[in-house]
Structures are given as C-alpha cells and as structure tokens.
C-alpha cells in the first residue's frame, strides 16, 4: 500500500466523468443562475399590477415584455404571466390571470449561491452532479482514475478470469488486459492473472520477478495463500490465482482498498451492524472473510475462509477477520462491509 500513493489528476469533459472520483471541489464561481430568469415563456409582468386581474376583470400592465423560457427577466418586473393568460384587443395588452411576486421564474441565486459546492475531492461524481456542473459552466472536471494493467498467463482459465478482473475494476479505472508478453505501459496498477495456485513456473509470476521486484509470495488469509505480490515500475503489482472465490476476496481485500487509494477516495464503504443469528468460527493465525446475508433485522453467517461459489452468489456483506480472532459469538452486534458496487462508466 506505501506504493499506492494518488495518481496526478486529469480534466476530462463533464460527461465523461460520471462515476469518477474528484480530485478537487467543484465549486459554484457565481450565483446561479446571475439575474432572474423565466421558467415558462409569456410576458414579464410587475405582479402588483395584476392584483385581480380574472377574465371577467382583466388588468392592463403599464409594461408587458414578452420572455422565452430561461430568458432574463426585464428590471421592474417580478412574476411572468404564461402566454394564453395575454389577451390583444384592438391593440391593447389585457392580462385575465394574477400572478404573485416571484412567480413562474427563478430568482437569481435561486439554484445555488456563490461559493456553493457541488462536488467535495475525493467522492464519486454522480450522473446529477456531472449534469448541474456542466451546467454552471464547469465544461471539464479534475478526476482521478487509475490505470490498471490486467496481464495473464495463456491459458484458457487465467484468461477468462482476467477479462472478469478488468470487468469488476472497470467502473473504478482505465484498464487494458492481454497476456504477459504485452507491454505493461503506464499503468498505476498491475494486476496478473496466474495458474490456479502461484508456483515458481507460473508465468504471471515469472513476469513479476523480471521486470519487478517481489515483496512477498503467499498471503496470510485464507483462499489467497499462494498470492504474490510487489512492484513494477515502483507501481504496486499483485500476482492472483485465476480461482474465482480466489479473485472475489482479492477485490474485497486488496483491489478495491489499491484502487481508493489511487484514487485518493474519501468516501467511506457502505457498512450495517446487525446481530449475528449464530456464532462465526474463525481460524487463529490466519487472516479470514466472513461472508454473510441479511435474514429479516439480522445477519446470518454463510461461509467463513473458504467460500463457496453458493456462499459468495448468495452473501450481501462480508467482515475480515484478523488473525487473532477465534469468530464472533451468536447475536454479536457485528458491522458488515455491505456488497455494492458502483455502476459501471458509460462511453460516450
């Protein structure tokens, strides 16, 4: 993780940022919108002159200016009358309909003030917030996304599991996968698809050792014993046994916390604390996920340390217990990391 330090930000057009995490705040430079602006088209009225006004009993405004829907609205006038309330007879403007101050427009400053801000460094740019800052004149954004290098051994089974790897970080980083003999290139991340248990003629980890260094090889949590991990390029690199549960509790507890901190993420992950319906089992000496699944106001544990396809297509949280831990005691109030995912980025 010393290696994970945040990528250099980047401007991209606001439509492509959706998902992104900010590298900076965004921020409303003026009042928004500047002036008053109409939000129907018909004619900008002074409200006090249509006091009463009724088709029985029409008013006529001293001053009666046409407007266009998001037009400015003229000084003097206060409240816009919609087009069929205007009535012209032999020349002569007749308004049949009150309106009160402030009515059918915007006043300025309404939507934000100056100084308002829309987007807070490092949280993920919702579809809404990218729309509203494209629309007060924030064209680009600074984001950070990662680049993630996806290489695996030429294998059939290393090569559908690292087309799933680049899938599951899609959303979160710029990736590009092939086998070990493609060139790395600029990636923040490397992430390297092996055999289904990392030996010494495994080729991921053969390309580890010759154009990085290895910092350790078999993990201290159980499904990823055979895990390696180091740097390319002074960028962090982990070697992963092509297994899916083996790759499912690498995104849990390696990937995701590699990719936040690229992407210098503030948000803190989605968690609920419920009780336990039954005790968790843990092995000491050996870091273990716990996976688990909501049962009415409770959680009820599914697998512990070794998960099973079942387990994992049917849990929504899942706890990491460290390796002093014997498990947790039936109706322990425990705080589960809650299994959701961000949507996947959109090419435009």
């Not at 266009?68 to 309330?85: E, K």
């Not at 400053?109 to 919702?126: K, N, P």
């Not at 970080?169 to 992430?191: R, S």
Request: proline share 9%.
């Amino acid at each position: 993780m010393r290696f994970a330090g945040p990528v250099a930000p980047r401007s991209v057009p606001s439509a492509e940022t959706i998902g992104a995490i900010a590298a900076e705040d965004v921020v409303a430079a003026t009042a928004v919108p500047t002036t008053a602006v109409a939000l129907i088209a018909g004619h900008a009225v002074a409200s006090i002159e249509t006091v009463g006004a009724s088709p029985y009993a029409p008013a006529n405004p001293a001053r009666l200016v046409p407007v266009a829907a998001g037009a400015p609205i003229p000084d003097g006038c206060d409240a816009v009358v919609p087009a069929d309330a205007v009535t012209h007879d032999f020349g002569l403007a007749s308004v049949q309909q009150a309106v009160a101050p402030g009515e059918n427009l915007r006043r300025a400053g309404e939507d934000f003030a100056a100084g308002t801000r829309l987007v807070t460094a490092g949280t993920r740019i919702a579809p809404h917030l990218a729309l509203l800052a494209d629309a007060i004149g924030h064209a680009t954004l600074s984001i950070r996304r990662p680049r993630v290098a996806v290489r695996h051994a030429d294998a059939p089974e290393a090569s559908r599991s690292a087309r799933l790897v680049a899938a599951m970080v899609e959303a979160d980083a710029e990736t590009t996968i092939g086998t070990v003999d493609a060139p790395i290139g600029a990636a923040d991340l490397v992430l390297l698809v092996g055999n289904a248990e990392i030996g010494p003629e495994d080729a991921a980890l053969a390309l580890l050792d010759g154009t990085g260094r290895r910092l350790g090889h078999g993990a201290a949590l159980a499904g990823l014993e055979s895990l390696a991990w180091g740097t390319i390029a002074d960028r962090p690199a982990l070697v992963l046994p092509h297994r899916p549960e083996a790759i499912f509790a690498a995104r849990l507890t390696l990937i995701e916390p590699l990719l936040t901190a690229l992407a210098a993420a503030r948000e803190p992950p989605p968690t609920e604390t419920r009780p336990l319906t039954r005790k968790i089992v843990s092995q000491v000496g050996m870091s273990e996920i716990a996976l688990l699944a909501r049962d009415g106001s409770a959680w009820r544990p599914l697998a512990t340390g070794g998960l099973s396809w079942s387990a994992i297509a049917a849990a929504d949280a899942f706890v990491e217990l460290p390796p002093q831990s014997e498990g947790q005691a039936e109706g322990t109030l425990l705080t589960a990391r809650a299994l959701t995912f961000p949507p996947l980025r959109s090419t435009p």
